[in-house]
């Protein structure tokens, strides 16, 4: 193993430039003092999929929807940047990068290797994609960025390490965004799209760049990020796109020619940058030179550019024009001497115009998302069972791995992807993607258990109660693996035949004791779903009692028995005008015979009963034919009327399971034939679960449908409710209102719409009602005592937003998309609610993989930690390196003064904490795991506000004097003991 560490060593050391490369700040262009300087930035926003697939856009195949191929333009713009050493472009997406690199010859390589030491290719981002900030959990950024940053690293030093992040084209942004990117030690962030009239009200002031605060728990500035709107979004200013997808005039310098334009152009491109400069605070500006998939033909946008250059600084406007960069651009700002305004919220929602509310892609293909977010946790899984197979033998070589997962699971983050935002084709796409990962990391899950070939059994429809080995088979073992660094106990539902003359008999095979079983007949719902598929009538169901980061194991045995067993099996009880009432030890649930609908909660421990009214909805949205009004759409959500319609035609019928010393009790809702609800309480679980099935969404009345989910309490909630930022820190939402400018609301509903991508709550002085959901989805509280979460979508309307074709998924048998998904309800003191749904969120996000086997495995019982991790922190990455280092990230998943007793810091020991391996060295790293944290220097902002003093940080300083990242940390820590303050993530390479 020691060759291997001294090549990790080696290549992390390229992490530090060597001081005669004029990469980076050293390469900029700066400008003249006394004039306006005008950064001309060449580049390329290439979509990794939207409208094509990634491999179409790449090639440029199917090209009868749209011309575009990615291949051609790094082709075309390498040789320019080779013939003028002035010139300069940017490129952002990995993930087209990487393949193009892999055709070139070496001599094409080290021509491109020189651009970048040079600082005249320059990587900007430098994530496998540019990913959606509504859709997407922080885990899954983290990865995403972690995937392109180290390759850029790997593949050419320190010299490709983003300074910027570029996030132009996503719809809205998120502020857990901004502080990762921070964290990640960039030094500024620009993005294309904001609200239109907070747009308008910062150019009137001038505030279009400032001071972005990531984080409430972090100490400032470790979480502070520069932050600038483009003024034309990406695009170039009007009369100036010199691509072939363009109709503007090119320069035209023959005087000679009737057609000569080179006075006009000066003149159109001086009184746009006039108006641009307006805007901004300093006398610099930039100025994106390209779009979606442009420089196919680099050498008609460079000769332009070059006239362009040449006529306006000749024409003595007292402006200078000059190919320039993002990061060059950020650091003439940072020498301005300027004092910049701080701001606190995030950029959500976005609208583009009245009445044009980018809301609905919140919940656009509900299935995608569920399938990204559990991929995850997939991915998860095969990264630590992979790492502890590299440890427990050097010689051991891996069949499979993860990186087919990783880099689908790198282009599924894409602002396109799980945001529910292409066509119906790519988006099958990035499903198939997903599905050839999560096989090749099923090879990786069995080789760790079974140690050969031998296949485990993943059965991918559960949530159905569909797994052809389980309910054919007389006795099979259940293998379940713990992602989690701490224990938990979770109910297992498993598909299979029962009657009246067998019994099931399931044992846990560590401790040899038989466990407590119930058997639940399958609902009607699920055989709805199931469309006849498999012939499993009943689930059984059981505990499961799992180790820290490892995984146990139990056999289930059918056996015939001699006499009459039906009472064994759980029966359904049909319920008319009666009410309902199921019980556990923690949570009592009344539903209403009259309404059919949940009627109130009570916390039993907490003394807290609250009338709580749930109900399904929908939104009715344009009809296909009517393109007078702007309609709902892949982006767009706008309801016709601000009142939705029941899913129910009169009242849900119910149905109950029930009873004592029972697993589980069960209220069954069925609203109508496309819309179901089963509510449980499990015994000895502190949460409620709902789980909901909609589909298919009928249309023959010719309206499209949004449907929601609503909860009605008398809390007194005055406006306010809660929702996540990726499922991280929580922000503070007011109905119809934002925090830096007057809003005109135009929509009642989309406008108050915000993403949920792990839970939403409300509360009054005392109580608190938080729903949580195992998929982003679109939520706000339209009215005191409220909350709603839209689960489903179905149009028939396009929005005219790009995609071109309704949102109208029909699913696999042609009649429309059915999904099933599921909210955890937490009802509690405010005090105490932020611990259970913290933990409850990890639970959900990381929940334990189940696979089967034939026969028990030679280790039926295994953790690979020697203690649990304290309830607050987390192990968020475990995973291998390309160039066969180990990464290691911890988090506190506690926000600041969130909890008296876990919002506290806390700290723990890497060097003993895995059973395989002994940790001898951590050396930390920047959160993407592209260089060391000593290494790494910020510049430094002075602000309107004045900042906490953080030691090591002298925030008064000059300009010249950049802020440490660090904050004090030295490279290597001997005794790898690592304290987490509230929010704080920190990575590690470990040897």
Same mark, same amino acid.
């Given at each position: 193993m020691l060759g291997l560490f001294i090549v990790i060593l080696a290549s992390c050391c390229s992490c530090t430039a060597s001081a005669d490369v004029s990469c980076g700040y050293h390469s900029c262009n700066l400008g003249e003092a006394e004039k306006l300087n005008i950064h001309l930035v060449p580049h390329t926003h290439d979509d990794v999929g939207w409208l094509k697939t990634v491999d179409q856009y790449y090639y440029g195949s199917n090209s009868s929807i749209v011309i575009a191929g990615v291949q051609y333009i790094l082709d075309s713009v390498i040789p320019q940047l080779l013939s003028d050493p002035s010139k300069r472009f940017i490129y952002v997406e990995i993930a087209f990068f990487s393949r193009w690199w892999e055709e070139q010859n070496d001599a094409m390589k080290e021509n491109v290797k020189q651009l970048v030491q040079e600082g005249r290719l320059e990587f900007i981002l430098g994530g496998w994609c540019m990913n959606d900030e509504a859709s997407t959990h922080y885990n899954a950024i983290i990865d995403q960025m972690t995937h392109g940053l180290r390759y850029l690293n790997d593949t050419f030093g320190a010299c490709a390490r983003p300074r910027v992040a570029w996030q132009i084209d996503p719809f809205g942004h998120s502020r857990e965004q901004a502080s990762l990117f921070a964290q990640m030690g960039f030094d500024g962030l620009f993005f294309g799209r904001l609200d239109y009239e907070d747009k308008e009200n910062r150019e009137k002031i001038r505030n279009m760049e400032e001071i972005w605060r990531g984080s409430q728990s972090l100490n400032s500035p470790h979480a502070d990020l520069f932050t600038g709107v483009d003024e034309n979004g990406y695009n170039p200013p009007d009369g100036f796109c010199f691509d072939a997808f363009c109709r503007d005039q090119p320069i035209m310098d023959n005087q000679a020619l009737e057609d000569y334009n080179v006075d006009e152009k000066v003149e159109k491109f001086v009184a746009a940058a006039l108006k641009q400069a307006n805007h901004f605070q300093t006398n610099h500006i930039m100025m994106t030179m390209g779009s979606d998939f442009e420089y196919?033909?680099?050498?008609?946008?460079?000769?332009? *550019?070059d006239k362009l250059i040449k006529y306006v600084n000749a024409a003595d406007k007292n402006m200078t024009l000059f190919y320039s960069t993002p990061s060059c651009y950020l650091y003439a700002l940072n020498h301005a001497n300027v004092m910049w305004n701080v701001k606190s919220d995030d950029f959500f929602p976005y609208a583009d115009a009245p009445h044009q509310y980018w809301t609905g892609y919140f919940t656009s293909r509900p299935g995608l998302k569920g399938y990204v977010r559990e991929s995850n946790k997939y991915l998860q899984v095969c990264n630590q069972l992979e790492t502890f197979m590299h440890f427990k033998s050097a010689s051991h070589t891996l069949t499979s791995s993860t990186k087919v997962l990783r880099d689908a699971m790198g282009v599924a983050q894409h602002h396109d992807a799980v945001s529910g935002t292409s066509k119906q084709h790519v988006a099958n796409d990035y499903a198939k993607r997903l599905f050839e990962g999560r096989e090749e990391c099923n090879k990786v899950i069995s080789t760790s258990f079974t140690g050969s070939n031998e296949q485990l059994i993943f059965c991918d429809y559960l949530n159905i109660t569909l797994c052809e080995f389980t309910q054919s088979s007389n006795q099979f073992v259940v293998l379940v693996y713990n992602p989690l660094a701490r224990d938990v106990s979770n109910y297992l539902r498993i598909p299979v035949n029962c009657d009246d003359h067998h019994v099931f008999v399931v044992e846990d095979l560590v401790t040899s004791t038989r466990l407590t079983v119930q058997l639940v007949p399958v609902s009607e719902a699920t055989l709805s779903v199931r469309r006849n598929r498999g012939n499993a009538n009943c689930e059984l169901i059981f505990l499961a009692k799992l180790p820290a980061l490892g995984h146990n194991t139990f056999q289930v045995a059918k056996h015939k028995s001699s006499k009459s067993i039906s009472l064994l099996k759980t029966k359904v009880k049909k319920v008319n005008n009666e009410d309902v009432t199921i019980t556990n030890e923690f949570y009592k649930v009344k539903f209403d015979g009259n309404t059919g609908l949940m009627a109130s909660i009570?916390?039993?421990?907490?003394?807290?009963?609250?009338?709580? =009214?749930? @109900?399904?909805?929908?939104?009715?949205?344009?009809?296909?034919?009517?393109?007078?009004?702007?309609? &709902?759409?892949?982006?767009?959500? #706008?309801?016709?009327?601000?009142? !939705?319609?029941? $899913? &129910?035609?009169?009242? !849900?019928?119910?149905?109950?399971?029930?009873?004592?010393?029972?697993?589980?009790?069960?209220?069954?809702? =069925?609203? &109508?034939?496309?819309?179901?609800q089963v509510i449980r309480l499990y015994a000895g679980k502190k949460q409620i679960e709902v789980e909901w099935t909609v589909g298919p969404i009928p249309v023959h009345d010719k309206w499209g449908k949004e449907v929601i989910s609503r909860?009605?309490?008398?809390?007194?909630?005055?406006?306010y409710f809660y929702t996540d930022s990726n499922g991280r820190e929580i922000l503070e939402r007011r109905k119809d209102y934002r925090p830096t400018w007057h809003l005109n609301q135009s929509e009642s509903v989309a406008g108050n719409y915000y993403p949920v991508n792990s839970r939403i709550y409300i509360h009054d002085n005392q109580v608190q009602l938080t729903v949580l959901n195992d998929r982003s989805q679109g939520g706000s509280s339209l009215s005191t005592g409220q909350l709603e979460l839209m689960v489903h979508r179905r149009l028939l309307g396009e929005d005219s937003k790009g995609v071109g074709e309704a949102l109208n998924e029909t699913g696999q048998f042609g009649d429309g998309l059915i999904t099933r998904g599921k909210h955890w309800l937490l009802l509690d003191t405010v005090t105490l609610s932020a611990k259970q749904h913290r933990l409850l969120a990890e639970e959900i996000y990381m929940s334990p993989l189940v696979a089967f086997q034939h026969h028990a495995p030679s280790t039926t019982h295994e953790s690979h930690i020697t203690s649990p991790l304290p309830s607050n922190i987390h192990l968020l990455t475990l995973s291998t390196t390309t160039d066969g280092g180990f990464l290691v990230r911890v988090e506190h998943q506690f926000e600041k003064n969130e909890d008296s007793t876990l919002s506290k810091p806390a700290t723990v020991s890497l060097k003993n904490l895995f059973t395989d391996f002994q940790v001898s060295s951590c050396e930390e790293l920047l959160l993407g795991g592209?260089?060391?944290?000593?290494? /790494?220097? #910020?510049?430094?902002?002075?602000?309107?506000? =004045? *900042?906490?003093?953080? !030691?090591?940080?002298? /925030?008064?300083?000059?300009?010249? =004097? !950049?802020?440490?990242?660090?904050?004090?940390?030295?490279?290597? *820590? @001997?005794? $790898?003991?690592?304290? *987490?303050?509230?929010?704080?993530i920190r990575t590690f390479l470990i040897k």
């Open positions: 196919s033909n680099a050498n008609v946008w460079y000769k332009n *550019l009570e916390n039993i421990a907490s003394g807290i009963t609250v009338p709580v =009214k749930q @109900d399904m909805l929908w939104y009715n949205a344009s009809m296909g034919n009517d393109v007078s009004k702007q309609q &709902s759409g892949a982006y767009i959500f #706008r309801p016709n009327v601000s009142t !939705p319609f029941q $899913c &129910s035609n009169g009242k !849900p019928q119910l149905s109950v399971i029930k009873g004592s010393n029972l697993l589980v009790q069960e209220v069954y809702q =069925k609203f &109508s034939d496309w819309v179901w909860y009605e309490t008398n809390l007194e909630t005055n406006g592209n260089a060391f944290k000593q290494d /790494v220097t #910020r510049l430094s902002w002075e602000t309107t506000e =004045k *900042l906490k003093f953080v !030691p090591g940080v002298d /925030v008064v300083s000059n300009f010249e =004097k !950049p802020y440490d990242v660090t904050n004090g940390l030295h490279q290597q *820590l @001997d005794s $790898c003991d690592v304290t *987490l303050e509230p929010m704080q």
